[in-house]
């Protein structure tokens, strides 16, 4: 369980706060999703999360962060990082090793993972990521989404009741992104465990997560199931966030008072829709 209450940060250097009365529940086992224009404080909620905010980053902290009752500013970082595990955006700044299989085993190591468990945790996180073949692959020679899953695996390892990701997919293809979504969404549930993804691919964030997250100038515009934040696409569009055409063409039929169901998060179901309405 994440709670935020009220949560205000201000970077030493900055003259306004980055995130700002920020309160937010995500129950254990959601996939909830964070998106925003640049400079919304989408990242900065992440280090709140992981605790970077603010061991790292000096500054001005209002309000609390509790994962599972900890609270993130009592906890050290390395006791954080073990609840929550962290894929930085810059994905090549976090990798410490040349090999997959050294880069699992750095965090394994690291982390007193006892000797006997290592392999099968090992085997779980690459299994789990769709990447056993990868093992013994130099990471610079893989792509982007298969250094991502690399990362995510890694981390993954870990195992961690939270998991963090900033952009996942913003360096890949839409086959790729799709199948990094897939494949955490397989985890979630197989697992339980949080995982909170910033990410700009709005209706692939609506397809996956559980709660949609709306920040916009350093506050929570809305927070809610993906169905229910869509059919505010004005408001969206207004702050930068572009919903699928699909859903905002039937919010503005239904506007229009053309269309009385529920909210149309891709293609298909606005196709059945609109196949109501001219029937
Ligand atoms: P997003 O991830 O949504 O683009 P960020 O959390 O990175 O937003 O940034 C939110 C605000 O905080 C922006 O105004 C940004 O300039 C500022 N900011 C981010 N990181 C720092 C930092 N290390 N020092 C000072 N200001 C920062
Ligand atoms: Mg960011």
Not at 150 to 173: F, G
Not at 214 to 231: C, K, Q, T, W
Not at 234 to 250: A, D, F, H, K, S
Request: hydrophobic letters at 40%; glycine letters at 8%.
């Amino acid at each position: 369980m994440i709670e935020i209450e009220e949560l205000t940060f201000q970077y030493r250097e900055a003259d306004a706060p980055a995130i700002e009365d920020v309160s937010l529940s995500i129950p254990s086992g959601t996939f909830a999703g964070i998106i925003g224009p640049a400079g919304s404080g989408k990242s900065t909620l992440t280090y709140a999360l992981n605790g970077i905010v603010p061991h790292c980053y000096p500054g001005d902290l209002y309000g609390s962060v509790r994962i599972e009752g900890h609270d993130t500013c009592d906890t050290a970082l390395t006791d954080l990082s073990r609840m929550v595990g962290s894929v930085c955006q810059d994905i090549d700044s976090q990798f410490i090793s040349a090999v997959v299989e050294d880069e699992m085993l750095y965090g394994l190591e690291n982390y007193g993972v006892p000797h006997d468990q290592i392999e099968e945790r090992v085997k779980e996180a690459l299994d789990a990521m769709g990447i056993a073949e990868l093992r013994h692959r130099s990471i610079a020679s893989l792509s982007g989404g298969q250094k991502q899953k690399v990362a995510i695996a890694s981390i993954l390892a870990l195992r961690p009741s939270v998991l963090v990701l900033d952009e996942p997919t913003a360096e890949l293809d839409p086959a790729s992104s799709r199948s990094v979504f897939t494949l955490l969404s397989h985890y979630v549930e197989a697992h339980g465990t949080t995982v909170v993804v910033v990410e700009q691919k709005i209706a692939l964030l609506s397809e996956f997560a559980d709660l949609l997250v709306v920040m916009d100038g350093g506050r929570i515009r809305f927070a809610d199931a993906p169905e229910e934040v869509l059919a505010h696409s004005e408001e969206l569009l207004e702050i930068g966030v572009n919903c699928p055409r699909c859903t905002t063409l039937m919010n503005r039929l239904a506007a229009g008072g053309l269309y009385e169901g529920p909210v149309c998060t891709n293609v298909s179901s606005a196709c059945r829709a609109l196949c109501e309405v001219a029937a």
